[in-house]
């Protein structure tokens, strides 16, 4: 594991931890903070759930199915709180649930929602102080909990005399805190993600988002180009900028702290980064159709390390449906955007979300998203059936569209978008790209590459010449999948 980490991170520390992950890139990036912090604060990182003194989940809420998770693995260790192990839920569903996971999976020591990441160490310390008070880990469930709450930094002298103490992390949606630290682990030495913007202010009907993740706040374009920077030192090639919406980033430069006064757009951003030296691929996501701009294809037009692909979640082709989303775009405004896209020096590969079965969606509509993919052929789409989500404004609407009618709409969308991937997959072959190589698939006996496209294209290679994980080689497709491409290294 190559990381930022500093010096006095302790390596052979006994308190053990275990962090599974569910949901987005944002959160899979939240983790390696949360675990730089962890190990940071002398724990050490295991592999099962039976090795760690503490079971931490950092948890998605954006469909109903994803929350369910967290309380199945709940339900599925209870049994190890009578080892003494303590367990914590991070991430949305701990923001969204609050302390009503308490009541529902009693055996949580820790609820921390993302905002309040900044606040681990110290959360960590009261879990810890009132760990070493309990004589014997293992009486420990065996006492009645007692019902009280720890919120954030006022400490409560009570704590050390409880057994089963309740920590809470739940800074709300008006915090103006990034989670910034330099004990980040990244786990892939090659390319890591970068945090740009954090939280979201669109409300778009459906999405808990706004709710779990708190407003939008951006970091200063020179803390992330200094984080660029360093990591371009420790030899990373490839960056991804994150954020739920890194189209509406606002520089905020001149705050206290920020320190200099050129404020960058995100284009501007983006492009700075594309040209720290050593990097050679840059990539963005999540982006929203009403907040892209055309300065963006402008600068991956400009800079050549900016990667051939845009991300911009469509939810459904009818402006009706869109209006009811609250998307604030139009199809046409939509579709003028990937006119841009279309008109880019490069070909730009196109990926997109599309929700079906919102409320009040009906035959016509969802026939409208059918022929957009075929207007703009997408070469991936995330297709998700709606679920309804708490606090959301569509809460409000009647879930009315069966789940069955749901599932077919799925159904049709995904055989149409695979007959379309089909067709654009195919005109690759005979074609070279440069591929970064991903690893080894040794079933297949085939090497793992990742265009610039975002495309997988496995390939083979002559065993003199077998490449490097991490490096970069032209790659000729030979053969299409709808999802993937197979060639043959050139050399
Ligand atoms: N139901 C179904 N899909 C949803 N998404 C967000 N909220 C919901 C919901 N309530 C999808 C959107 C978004 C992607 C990350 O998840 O398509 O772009
Ligand atoms: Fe959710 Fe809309 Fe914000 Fe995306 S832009 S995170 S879909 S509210």
Known sequence: MKGLYSKNMSVDSNKTF??????????????????????????????????????????????????????????????????????????????????????????????????????????????????????????????????????????????????????????????????????????????????????????????????????????????????????????????????????????????????????????????AVGEVPGIRRVRFTTSHPRDFGRDIIEAIDAVPTLCDHVHLPVQSGSDRVLNAMQRLYTREQYMERIAWMKAAKREISITSDVIVGFPGETEEDFAETLSLLDEVGYDSVFTFKYSPRPNTPSLALEDAIPDEEKARRLEVLMARQREIQIARYKKYIGIISEVMVEGRNESRAQWIGRTSQNKTLNFTAPEPSAPKVGSYVPVRATASFPNSLVGEMVV
């Open 18 to 271: 275990y962090l599974e992950t569910f949901g987005c890139q944002m959160n899979v990036h939240d983790s390696e903070k949360v675990i730089g912090t962890l190990v940071h604060e002398g724990y050490r990182q295991v592999e099962t759930v039976e090795q760690a003194d503490l079971i931490l989940y950092n948890t998605c809420s954006i469909r109903d199915k994803a929350e369910q998770k967290v309380f199945h693995r709940l339900a599925d260790y209870k049994k190890l709180l009578a080892q003494g192990k303590k367990f914590g839920v991070l991430g949305c569903v701990a923001q969204q649930e609050g302390e009503k996971i308490f009541e529902r999976a009693p055996h949580v020591s820790l609820v921390c929602g993302s905002a309040s990441y900044r606040k681990l160490p110290e959360m960590l310390f009261e879990l810890e102080k009132n760990w070493a008070a309990v004589p014997n880990r293992a009486e420990e469930s065996q006492v009645p909990s007692s019902e009280f709450t720890h919120s954030g930094n006022t400490r409560n002298p009570r704590l050390a005399t409880q057994s089963l103490v309740r920590i809470t992390g739940l800074d709300d949606r008006e915090t103006d805190e990034c989670f910034e630290t330099e004990f980040t682990a990244r786990t892939n030495p090659h390319r890591g993600y970068i945090t740009i913007i954090e939280g979201c202010d669109k409300f778009c009907a459906y999405c808990v988002v706004p709710f779990t993740r708190g407003k939008e706040r951006s970091r200063t374009s020179e803390s992330v180009l200094a984080e660029a920077r360093q990591m371009a030192d420790l030899g990373y090639t490839e960056i991804q900028l994150l954020g739920q919406n890194v189209n509406s980033y606002k520089d905020p430069a001149g705050k206290p702290g920020g320190g200099f006064s050129r404020k960058r757009t995100f284009a501007e951003l983006l492009a």
